[in-house]
């Protein structure tokens, strides 16, 4: 079983910046692709970046447009916690923060990817 634990959510003003962690457990044969979403009130969960974790692809990243030069996803050298960094937010970006992971790889870098495991999600609030 696959385990999620994010960090690193919070308040502050637009312009400014948060860096949320997301520290894995589990079979690594679960966690091909992991990626952050988010979740705006009434709203579904929308990818926002994600990582290809396996394959001669490794790495490789997608973000949606709204986010792309302002987010960047990362990981540690052991693959286990994947970060996000986040710059110039906007009070638009305010949503709860999940990260994701799964065994299907299927769309990670396409934006169409379904995770199988979530974590609890981080609030993220921007003020303007």
């Known amino acids: 079983q696959v385990r999620l634990v994010e960090s690193g959510g919070g308040s502050v003003q637009a312009g400014g910046s948060l860096k949320l962690s997301c520290v894995a457990s589990?079979?690594?044969?679960?966690?091909?692709?992991m990626g952050w979403f988010r979740q705006f009130p009434g709203m579904e969960r929308d990818g926002v970046a994600t990582?290809?974790?396996?394959?001669?692809?490794?790495?490789?990243?997608n973000y949606t447009d709204s986010v792309k030069g302002r987010f960047t996803i990362s990981q540690d050298n052991a693959g286990n916690t994947l970060y996000l960094q986040m710059n110039s937010l906007k009070p638009e970006d305010t949503a709860i923060y999940y990260c994701?992971?799964?065994?299907?790889?299927?769309?990670?870098?396409?934006?169409?990817?379904?995770?199988?495991?979530w974590g609890q999600g981080t609030q993220v609030t921007v003020s303007s």
């Open positions: 990582m290809l974790m396996t394959s001669s692809f490794r790495g490789r990243t």
């Open positions: 994701a992971t799964g065994r299907n790889w299927v769309g990670c870098t396409s934006g169409s990817w379904r995770p199988g495991y």
């Open positions: 589990g079979s690594i044969a679960d966690r091909n692709c």
